[in-house]
Each structure stands twice: as C-alpha cells, then as structure tokens.
C-alpha cells in the first residue's frame, strides 16, 4: 500500500447503538458532496470477510464504490494482503483494545492508523465526494481517526435517552445485510446493565474527545426526530457545508452494516421511537436510571416517564455541546476524566491520542 494523499474530511457519527445514526447518516447523505460509507469499523471483518451486502444492494466485495476501493488500496480484496487485513481488522474489533486506541499506543494502533490514512482518502478519491460520513459510532475507532494525520475529522455526537436505547437493544431486529446466509442472520441482543455501563463509557469518552480539539457538535435522538432542519443546519456546519432544505428523501449510498433502515426505501419524514415509555419494565428502567444518572443528567435526560427530556440550548458547531444550564459542567469533565482511567491503563489517561 502506497500513496500520498491530503487531509480527507471525515464527519463521523458516535454513540451507542440504536440511537437513530442509520437514518440520520442516509439523510445528511443527500448533500451531493458527501459519501456515507455507513459503519466503516466492519468494513473488513463484515463486508470483505463475510460479504455482506452494500447499502447499495450488492455484496461488498463487488460493489462499484468498495470493489475500486480494494483494487487501489491492496491489489483485490481477494488478494493475501487483502485478506490479512481481514484478520488482523476482526482482531482488532475487541473491548480489550479499546484503551490502546483511546491513548493512541502500541504497534496494532500504529498499523492500523497507516491503513486509515490511505483507505479513507481512498474512498474521497474513486467517490469524488468533499466529506465522507462514517456512522461507526464506536468511540475507539473515532479515536484511531482522530489520530490519524490523513483524517480531517469532526464529530456528530449522537445520544438518546438510555431507557430508550436500553428497550431498542433488547429487540430482536434481523439483519437484511447478510447475504444469502453470509453474516450474522440478527442483530445481537445485549443486556441492559450491558447497555447501560457502555451508554455511559462511550458518551463520556466522545465527550473527552470532543474537549481535545475534535471539533463536536452534540445531537440528541429526541431533538433530531423534532427538529431535523436545526439538526442538518449543526452537523453540515462543522465542515462549513450549506443547508438548503430537509430532503424529501434518504440516500441510498454505499453503506456498511447498521440496522434495517439502512435498506429502506422511503421519504425522509421519521418518527420518535418512545415505546420504552410504557414498555420497559419498571426494574429495568430504575437500574437503568441509577446506572446512567451521572451521564444522563447532562444530556437533558431524567428518570421520570412522564418528562424523561429536558430541553437544552442548542451550541454553535464546532464547540462541546451537551451540558445543561443547571449542570457543573467542571465536575462533568472531572467525572468524565474519572471514566477514562478506569478504562485506561494506569497512568495515561491524559496522554495525548
């Protein structure tokens, strides 16, 4: 792999899961100056390794966008190279990996880093678009972008109420990506303290984030589903991109992975997923809330059913959004930096990623 390219613009989406960054990605995805590349972080353990299908409908490995991209990039995803890089991808998709990416050390970190630097411009490159969105959500490969010095990258920090989220995992959802028995048939179903714990540690993470110099803006499921326009006008905004109008439509593109919205065909008019309201059972919703009340009550969100969101003061792009006006926002950062180490090794919490 060779080649010199400039900074590729990359608006990546990160958060938990379910929290609505499969259509929110297909409607910024309009802009006729951006690609959405879906979740980027599968591209090679789901899309090479187990040919999953393209969010344009064909497997990955021939897609127009990704069959070009594997050519230039390594020769043919089928070749060796193109398939070491299968391996050592799945490899590096693993928990235990997630605070070497945060501090940026190690030698996966750097191989993985120098992969990045050619694929993403890649894509800008054989797509001939200005901004490549990427909805991986998964705060340890915003952490390898960030560090990545071909990568411009700036971040949509997406959120949801944890209730919401935790009653959204708890689902069964099949996976229309798998092709012909390739993949995974389902979406997996995690645990609620499961969900709850990463709700926390993500959010907190791409807050850290955010406060180093990533340029952040903050979008709440329930404002997004109410506001779309003031949405779309603060994530175009971080690359200084015009808005014109909500479409009336969601972009096909060439997404990776994601849940079934990622194969809809429709308009682009969405609706607030609430059912955890009145169906979550109560002692999951109470463990839930406990879990998460530190982080939670930054973001606007409450315990009570009744009125679990409280409005918040929208932020300019490109600063930290999210804390309230009736929030310390020091002691957020310090609880946050709290967070940090203890998924950290110890001593490099601070350390520059």
């Given at each position: 792999?060779?080649?010199?390219?400039?900074?590729?613009?990359?608006?990546?989406?990160?958060?938990?899961?379910?929290?609505?960054?499969?259509?929110?990605?297909?409607?910024?995805?309009?802009?006729?100056?951006?690609?959405?590349?879906?979740?980027?972080?599968?591209?090679?353990?789901?899309?090479?390794?187990?040919?999953?299908?393209?969010?344009c409908g064909q497997p990955v490995p021939e897609c127009e966008?990704?069959?070009?991209?594997?050519?230039?990039?390594?020769?043919?995803?089928?070749?060796?190279?193109?398939?070491?890089?299968?391996?050592?991808?799945?490899?590096?998709?693993?928990?235990?990996?997630?605070?070497?990416?945060?501090?940026?050390?190690?030698?996966?970190?750097?191989?993985?880093?120098?992969?990045?630097?050619?694929?993403?411009?890649?894509?800008?490159?054989?797509?001939?678009?200005?901004?490549?969105?990427?909805?991986?959500?998964?705060?340890?490969?915003?952490?390898?972008?960030?560090?990545?010095?071909?990568?411009?990258?700036?971040?949509?920090?997406?959120?949801?109420?944890?209730?919401?989220?935790?009653?959204?995992?708890?689902?069964?959802?099949?996976?229309?990506?798998?092709?012909?028995?390739?993949?995974?048939?389902?979406?997996?179903?995690?645990?609620?303290?499961?969900?709850?714990?990463?709700?926390?540690?993500?959010?907190?993470?791409?807050?850290?984030?955010?406060?180093?110099?990533?340029?952040?803006?903050?979008?709440?499921?329930?404002?997004?589903?109410?506001?779309?326009?003031?949405?779309?006008?603060?994530?175009?905004?971080?690359?200084?991109?015009?808005?014109?109008?909500?479409?009336?439509?969601?972009?096909?593109?060439?997404?990776?992975?994601?849940?079934?919205?990622?194969f809809a065909r429709g308009d682009a008019k969405i609706t607030?997923?609430?059912?955890?309201?009145?169906?979550?059972?109560?002692?999951?919703?109470?463990?839930?809330?406990?879990?998460?009340?530190?982080?939670?009550?930054?973001?606007?969100?409450?315990?009570?059913?009744?009125?679990?969101?409280?409005?918040?003061?929208?932020?300019?792009?490109?600063r930290i959004a999210g804390v309230t006006a009736d929030t310390?926002?020091?002691?957020?950062?310090?609880?946050?930096?709290?967070?940090?180490?203890?998924?950290?090794?110890?001593?490099?919490?601070?350390?520059?990623?």
């Amino acid at each position: 792999m060779t080649g010199s390219y400039p900074r590729t613009k990359v608006l990546y989406i990160g958060g938990e899961g379910r929290s609505g960054s499969t259509v929110l990605e297909r409607i910024l995805a309009t802009d006729p100056q951006t690609c959405a590349v879906g979740e980027a972080k599968y591209l090679f353990e789901r899309g090479i390794g187990s040919g999953e299908l393209c969010g344009c409908g064909q497997p990955v490995p021939e897609c127009e966008l990704w069959s070009v991209v594997g050519d230039r990039l390594v020769g043919g995803w089928d070749s060796a190279e193109g398939q070491e890089l299968v391996r050592f991808f799945t490899a590096l998709d693993s928990p235990r990996k997630l605070p070497a990416a945060v501090v940026g050390r190690g030698s996966q970190v750097r191989r993985a880093r120098a992969v990045l630097s050619e694929l993403y411009p890649l894509i800008a490159e054989v797509s001939g678009c200005d901004v490549i969105i990427d909805s991986s959500k998964h705060p340890a490969w915003a952490y390898l972008l960030a560090g990545t010095d071909a990568v411009d990258l700036r971040v949509i920090h997406l959120v949801r109420h944890p209730s919401g989220v935790v009653q959204s995992w708890s689902r069964a959802v099949e996976r229309p990506q798998a092709n012909n028995g390739a993949g995974d048939q389902m979406m997996p179903a995690h645990s609620p303290v499961e969900v709850a714990v990463r709700w926390s540690i993500f959010n907190r993470l791409f807050h850290r984030l955010g406060r180093r110099s990533v340029p952040t803006v903050l979008v709440r499921y329930e404002d997004y589903v109410d506001d779309l326009e003031g949405t779309l006008r603060a994530c175009f905004g971080l690359f200084g991109l015009p808005y014109s109008s909500t479409p009336d439509e969601m972009a096909t593109g060439h997404g990776i992975a994601g849940n079934p919205a990622r194969f809809a065909r429709g308009d682009a008019k969405i609706t607030q997923d609430d059912r955890w309201v009145t169906e979550l059972g109560n002692r999951t919703h109470r463990m839930v809330s406990a879990l998460t009340w530190r982080t939670r009550s930054v973001y606007g969100y409450r315990a009570s059913r009744t009125t679990p969101v409280v409005p918040m003061v929208r932020h300019a792009p490109g600063r930290i959004a999210g804390v309230t006006a009736d929030t310390d926002a020091d002691h957020f950062d310090q609880t946050t930096d709290g967070i940090a180490r203890s998924v950290l090794p110890h001593g490099q919490a601070d350390s520059s990623s």
